[in-house]
C-alpha cells in the first residue's frame, strides 16, 4: 500500500511541476495546437496552445513507478513493466502524430494507415508478450480466456494454443485500438479526458488492490472467490502512478487550458487502460469504468452510420461534448458534468465487481 501511495503522490509532484516546465520549453519551439475548422468556432482561440503534454503524463508515471520500486525494495514485475510498454509505445505512435501536425501546420497528422500500422505493431508486441514469462504457478500476465470480472468460460484457445494465440492477438488489439481512440476522441474540451482518466485509473486502483487482497496465491486471505490475476498489486501501483500524474496534469490542463495531452496522451492513457484491463481479467468490466468513453465513441460511430445511410446527421455534431457545445452549453458545463457522469459509471463499475464478489 505505501508503494502505490508513492507511485501515486511522485507521479503527481513530477506532473504538477514538471508540466509548467514543458509548456516553456514547447512556447519556446512554437510547437502549438492546430484547430480543425470545421469545429466550433469557439475553439478558434486555443490555436497555438502547446500541446504534446503527454509527454508529461507518461514520464511522470515512469518516474512514480521507479520511485515505488525504491520504496518497496523491488523492482517491477512483468505485468507492470508490459502496461508501461504498452503506454510507452502508443505514446510514441500519439507523439509521431502531434509532431506531424505541427511540422505541416495543420490539424491532421499521420495518416489512418500509418497510425494504425503503429497501433498495431505496439499492441501486437504487448500481446505476445503478456502471454509469456509464467510464475512458479504457472500464471501468465494475460489468458486466452475473454474476461468479465474474472476470466470467464469463454476460450480463445479453443482450438490449439497457436489459434488461440492469433485470436488473443486479434482480440487484445481490439481492445488497445478501441481504447485509444476512445479516449482521443474524449480529449476535445479542456480537461475533460484528463478528468476522466484519473477517475477510471482511480477505480481500478481499487479493482486490482481488491484482486490483491484476495489473491488465490495468498493463501492465508484467499477465500473460495479469489482472483487468479498474475500480478494484482502492482497493476493497482501502475494505475496509482497514472492517477497521480492526470492529477498533477489537470492542474494546467482545466480549462483554460495552458496545455492540451495531445495524441501523445490519449493513445498512451487509452493503452494503459486496455492494458489493465488485459492483465487484471476485466476486460468487459473495463467498459462499464469507462463507461463515458465508450458513450463518446458510440456518438462518433452512430453521427457517420447514420449520415451515411440517411444523409442526416444525429447530433450537431460528434463526437457527443461538441454537440452540447453548439446547443449553447458553456465548455466548463459540459466538462463537469462529463466528469459526474464519468464518475457514476466508474463507481458503478467497481460496486459491480464488489457485488460479484460477495455474491461469490
Known amino acids: 500500500m505505501i508503494a502505490i501511495l508513492a507511485a501515486s503522490f511522485v507521479g503527481l509532484l513530477v506532473a504538477l511541476l514538471g508540466t509548467p516546465l514543458f509548456i516553456k520549453f514547447l512556447v519556446h519551439r512554437n510547437y502549438g495546437q492546430f484547430v480543425r475548422q470545421d469545429g466550433p468556432t469557439a475553439h478558434f482561440t486555443k490555436r497555438g496552445t502547446p500541446t504534446m503534454g503527454g509527454v508529461v ?18 523492482l ?3 505485468s507492470a513493466l508490459l502496461v508501461l510498454l504498452l503506454m510507452s509505445g502508443l505514446g510514441v505512435v500519439g507523439f509521431l502524430d502531434d509532431f506531424t501536425k505541427i511540422m505541416k501546420q495543420r490539424s491532421l497528422g499521420l495518416s489512418a494507415r500509418a497510425k494504425i500500422l503503429g497501433q498495431g505493431l505496439v499492441g501486437i508486441t504487448f500481446a505476445v508478450l503478456a502471454l509469456q514469462f509464467p510464475n512458479d504457478n504457472f500464471r501468465t500476465p494475460a ?3 475473454i474476461s468479465f470480472l474474472r476470466d470467464t468460460n469463454v476460450d480463445l484457445a479453443f482450438a490449439g494454443a497457436t489459434v488461440g494465440l492469433i485470436l488473443f492477438v486479434v482480440w487484445a488489439n481490439f481492445l488497445i485500438t478501441a481504447w485509444s481512440n476512445a479516449v482521443n476522441l474524449t480529449d476535445g474540451l479542456d480537461g475533460l479526458a484528463t478528468g476522466i482518466s484519473l477517475v477510471v485509473f482511480g477505480a481500478y486502483v481499487l479493482v486490482c488492490l481488491w484482486q490483491s487482497n484476495q489473491w488465490c496465491q495468498n493463501l492465508s486471505t484467499a477465500g473460495p472467490a479469489c482472483y487468479e490475476v498474475r ?5 493497482a501501483l501502475v494505475a496509482g502512478a497514472i492517477m497521480g500524474s492526470c492529477v498533477g496534469f489537470l492542474w494546467w490542463n482545466a480549462s483554460p487550458a495552458k496545455i492540451f495531452m495531445g495524441d501523445t496522451g490519449s ?10 484491463s488485459i492483465l487484471s481479467r476485466t476486460e468487459i468490466l473495463a467498459a462499464i469504468i469507462g463507461g463515458l468513453f465508450v458513450i463518446i465513441v458510440l456518438s462518433d460511430v452512430i453521427q457517420i452510420g447514420f449520415f451515411k445511410m440517411t444523409g442526416r446527421r444525429v447530433f450537431k455534431m460528434a463526437p457527443l461534448h461538441h454537440h452540447f457545445e453548439l446547443s449553447g452549453w458553456g465548455e466548463v458545463t459540459i466538462v463537469i458534468r462529463f466528469w459526474l457522469v464519468g464518475g457514476m459509471f466508474a463507481a458503478l463499475g467497481t460496486g459491480i465487481f464488489y457485488a460479484e464478489w460477495v455474491a461469490s
Do not use: H, M
Open 143 to 145: 489468458s486466452t480466456r
Open 76 to 78: 517491477p514485475s512483468v
Open 267 to 276: 493513445l498512451a492513457l487509452g493503452g494503459a487502460l486496455a492494458g489493465i
Open 231 to 235: 500480478d494484482p498489486q502492482d497493476l
Open 57 to 74: 503524463i507518461i514520464g511522470a508515471t515512469l518516474v512514480g513507478v521507479a520511485a515505488a520500486a525504491v520504496v518497496s525494495g523491488r
